[in-house]
């Protein structure tokens, strides 16, 4: 089972895997963490905390009623000295609760390793444990795991694939605790009854390839694919294909073709969190970028101001003119160094006032690369005349709805238009349609 | 304000491939064929590519400015319209019929339209065709490769006119006046100062397939239909054509490879590719085999630019696990 796969379209970017060999570094306690409510795809939580209380390590300090959301720990000791609306990246405002850290790391008295004899406590045990999808998404884990009952989940996807340029997170965490992804992985697999898993890695990560080929060995249910390295190979769709040729229909999710994709750091994180019962309050976190002084991958404290992280890694040699948390071509720009890091923050990239230019848009050629790079096969180009006219039906007639926002068209387009940024704007000029459709 | 930090949509990095690199490379890619004109026809071809080239540049320029909109020509695509035009004249051609001719393709056809990437013809394609119908005297006087150009045009229209291969193929006396395959292949022929030399041209196609900057459909859909069709019916009897003579007299190749495959005249899915490839191909074979004309490349193409929206419209592909789309 050693076999290059792939799948169409995609386009080949730069690897800049300049931190594959830098060992994870743990990171301090900062004398203050902010922790946002909303650190996943859902519904935002509710904090449950207050001016003035006392916190601890684990302790849930927000959660909510909905079933797609995962609820928010303290990953310090501390005092709570103020919960307050914060404007995040995404441009939406949500509550974050301030604490200030005591330094002690008094670690949360109710925290104690899960007890779960079936799936449905299983699931249960895994939203206590806050844990969302690592790879970047955030997508609540217990959710993931717990298909419609008419959905034959038959096989497990494991992404190691960590195609985003720059990023060595999942990397690090094969090499440094593969012991720990391959536990997460029987743990998943014995309770979700699955006797088929695939660890899907790109071909540029030989030393991850091996490792977990050892482990290969050891169990007949489990196989490791290797992937030809093409963005966006971890793109889950893509990688469904690429390792089980099955094409997950438009529209629908993974379980409806029997399959559950988890990242590498997530199985890897429930390993841990059956052992301990520690909910998920710190990120491997790799920082790199032209402006950083010494790039490599961080441990930290989630909720920890992103100067903090910056500072730790020897600060800037350069002042930063953007700054990314995640990769080049998903991340997103932030607008101000004290935001802070989340769940499913892999990646902290400061780029130079060189590298982060943007380029001037010149006139489409229709040279037909971006229908090309699409892994999609949408043909971008005629989306984006419709999105920028906002013309919906020919929105919906180009399937406007099945981009998955990966970039490649942005980054191929020779005349340097922003593709993949009037596609979202399409994608909501559509959304808004239906919503007022409906309202009628 | 110094320090702000830049808030801006991914990817955040973009692939160095641009629009005046492509066109650079569509420009090297002609080199072979353009000194291939210069070796059979002489240094007078120099002087045409060059007005034509400087006219399609000032064209652009000024009709820019005029329409008060940005300067373009840094993007070299007017170069190479002017260098397609000019090698799909014969070498005997007026430098003001290039230079007009230049003028028509950029101003009227391409800028008059929207600019780059929004002509609905081939520029130069569209422009020859109208030179055709304008000055058709001028624009089929061929003269065979060593004979100065220069001394032809001077001596005057009808001096050293003479039939092109496909001419000789169609109305000749004899089949004997027929070039070689190989004087065909090399270039040692008569015809538009570009199209001669099918060597020349290969080498140029392999560079722009080298370089990704064409994919393959086109010109091999267009280039086997011709082939097909003219082996079919080019013959006396069914299936006896001489399909090889085809594809190398004439434009065929110029057309096929440098011309068919101009992004903005061109489908943009493999289907639709080919489907234009066809659609050319069909269509020189038709007017090559059945009508008046003996040449039939710039019509075909600029017959199937004219489709091109439809085929699109068309060809949407289904895109990954979902539905094809009802057009």
Same mark, same amino acid.
Not at chain 1, 251 to 254: D, I, M
Not at chain 2, 70 to 76: C, L, M, P
Not at chain 2, 291 to 296: A, L, V, W
């Given at each position: 089972m050693f076999v290059k796969r792939f799948f169409k379209g995609g386009t080949n970017v730069p690897h800049y895997k300049n931190t594959a060999n830098c060992e994870t570094v743990k990171m301090g306690v900062p004398e203050k963490v902010i922790i946002p409510m909303i650190q996943h795809i859902g519904a935002p939580c509710e904090p449950c905390v207050q001016k003035g209380d006392t916190v601890k390590v684990g302790q849930i300090i927000g959660d909510s009623g909905k079933f797609i959301s995962a609820p928010v720990h303290s990953s310090v000791s501390g005092t709570v000295v103020g919960v307050a609306p914060m404007l995040q990246s995404g441009g939406f405002y949500v509550p974050a609760v301030e604490i200030e850290t005591d330094g002690k790391q008094e670690v949360y008295e109710g925290i104690k390793p899960p007890k779960y004899s079936n799936i449905k406590e299983f699931i249960e045990a895994i939203r206590q444990s806050g844990l969302v999808g690592l790879g970047g998404a955030g997508f609540p884990a217990h959710v993931k795991l717990s298909p419609p009952p008419d959905k034959k989940i038959d096989t497990l996807v494991i992404n190691?694939? /960590? &195609? /985003?340029?720059?990023? =060595?997170s999942d990397y690090r965490e094969i090499i440094e605790n593969s012991w720990n992804v391959i536990s997460g992985i029987n743990i998943v697999m014995e309770i979700l009854n699955i006797n088929n898993v695939i660890i899907g890695i790109e071909d540029n990560k030989p030393e991850a390839i091996e490792v977990m080929e050892r482990i290969d060995k050891s169990s007949d249910k489990i196989s490791v694919v290797k992937l030809k390295s093409r963005y966006p190979q971890g793109a889950e769709k893509m990688l469904i294909y690429a390792t089980t040729r099955r094409k997950v229909p438009a529209?629908?999710?993974?379980a409806d073709v029997g399959v559950i994709v988890m990242n590498v750091n997530s199985v890897s994180f429930i390993s841990e969190y059956v052992k301990t019962g520690m909910p998920l309050i710190k990120k491997r976190v790799t920082v790199d970028g032209p402006s950083v002084k010494n790039p490599g991958n961080v441990e930290v404290l989630i909720g920890t101001p992103i100067h903090k992280v910056f500072d730790f890694c020897g600060g800037f040699t350069v002042p930063p003119k953007k700054v990314l948390m995640g990769g080049p071509m998903m991340g997103l720009a932030q607008y101000s160094l004290d935001l802070s890091v989340v769940k499913h923050t892999n990646a902290l990239l400061a780029f130079d006032d060189k590298s982060s230019k943007i380029p001037e848009s010149g006139a489409c050629i229709r040279c037909g690369r971006c229908v090309w790079a699409c892994p999609m096969n949408l043909m971008p180009l005629c989306l984006y005349n419709n999105a920028i006219k906002e013309n919906i039906d020919e929105l919906n007639k180009y399937h406007v709805n099945d981009c998955i926002e990966c970039g490649c068209c942005s980054y191929v387009c020779p005349a340097k238009i922003n593709l993949v940024q009037s596609l979202r704007l399409g994608k909501a000029k559509v959304k808004q349609a239906a919503a007022a459709k409906g309202g009628k | 304000m110094e320090d702000r930090l830049t808030v801006s949509s991914s990817p955040h990095i973009r692939d160095k491939a641009n629009t005046q690199r492509i066109m650079i490379d569509v420009v090297i890619a002609l080199l072979p064929a353009t000194f291939a004109g210069v070796y059979f026809f002489g240094t007078r071809v120099l002087l045409v590519v060059m007005v034509s080239i400087l006219s399609c540049v000032v064209s652009e320029y000024l009709s820019r400015r005029i329409m008060k909109r *940005? $300067? =373009?020509? *840094?993007?070299?695509s007017a170069v190479v319209t002017g260098l397609l035009l000019a090698l799909n004249l014969p070498p005997t051609v007026p430098l003001w019929v290039a230079a007009v001719g230049s003028a028509i393709a950029i101003v009227v056809i391409k800028q008059l339209f929207g600019g780059l990437g929004q002509n609905f013809v081939n520029p130069a394609l569209g422009a020859r065709i109208i030179l055709m119908i304008s000055y058709p005297g001028f624009m089929t006087n061929w003269v065979k490769p060593g004979v100065d150009a220069v001394s032809a045009a001077a001596s005057g229209v009808d001096a050293i006119s003479s039939a092109t291969p496909l001419q000789i193929m169609k109305y000749g006396a004899s089949i004997a006046d027929l070039p070689s395959y190989g004087e065909l292949f090399w270039g040692n022929?008569?015809? &538009?100062l570009g199209e001669t030399s099918a060597a020349a041209l290969l080498i140029g196609a392999v560079y722009l397939f080298a370089r990704k900057i064409i994919s393959p459909e086109i010109p091999f859909a267009f280039i086997g239909t011709t082939a097909l069709f003219t082996w079919i019916f080019g013959g006396t009897t069914l299936f006896t054509g001489d399909f090889l003579f085809h594809v190398l007299a004439g434009g065929l190749l110029l057309g096929a490879i440098y011309m068919a495959t101009d992004y903005a005249t061109s489908p943009m899915t493999v289907k639709g590719r080919i489907i234009m490839g066809i659609g050319c191909g069909l269509l020189t074979g038709i007017i090559r085999l059945f =009508? $008046?004309? =003996? /040449?039939?490349v710039s019509f075909a193409i600029v017959l199937m630019n004219i489709m091109v929206p439809l085929i699109d419209r068309y060809t949407i592909p289904k895109s990954f696990g979902g539905e094809k789309a009802v057009a």
């Open positions: 190691g694939a /960590e &195609c /985003e340029p720059f990023i =060595t529209g629908k999710l993974p | *940005s $300067n =373009t020509i *840094s993007d070299f022929i008569m015809g &538009c =009508t $008046n004309y =003996t /040449e039939g």
